[in-house]
């Protein structure tokens, strides 16, 4: 059976550990947590846990570099670039919002840009976690590195909790059924689709 690639997408350390450009790091450790493994240093530079359908991996080395490991994992488990997800912070994503895609651009996020650049396509599938737009004049660059404000925390558990749901539905069932199940309404408003 083919493994996938899930790759979460943060800055290492715990300075930012809650940062929402961190929220592909928490996913990941929620699938950690589902699998009831633990993440190892990987020669790659990230932190790697082994399941028997995926390799789960947090890339050590800074978003804009996140590239580098992503290729070195793919090339090691010989997992090709259709069967890797990617889960990362979006700004034109609502913060209670999650998106399933296929490709498409980077859209000014410098670890998308780093992994496309080292896979050599844009063609793999990222999970898109909204933040939201910085309120005011808020540089975007300083918004992502803030953490989540104490009323998004209220949600925060929930909304990472569905960021692996849809990782997993991803893996099981395909994109179109996961776009028509998890992109109906903002999540955390409408509560869990059933």
Known sequence: MDRWLIVGLGNPGPEYAGNRHNAGFMVLDELAA??????????SRAEVLETREAVLA?????????GGPVKALSDFYKITHDRVIVVHDELD?????????????DNGHNGLKSIT?????RDYLRVRFGIGRPPGRMDPAAFVLKDFATAERKDLPFLVDRGADVVESLMTRGLDVTQNEYHRADLHISGPPR
């Open 34 to 43: 589902r699998a009831g493994g633990r993440f190892k240093a990987h020669k």
């Open 58 to 66: 947090k890339p050590l080395t800074y978003m804009n570099l996140s």
């Open 93 to 105: 994503v609502p913060y209670g919002a999650l998106r399933a895609k296929l490709g498409g651009g």
């Open 117 to 121: 650049k080292s896979l050599g396509t």
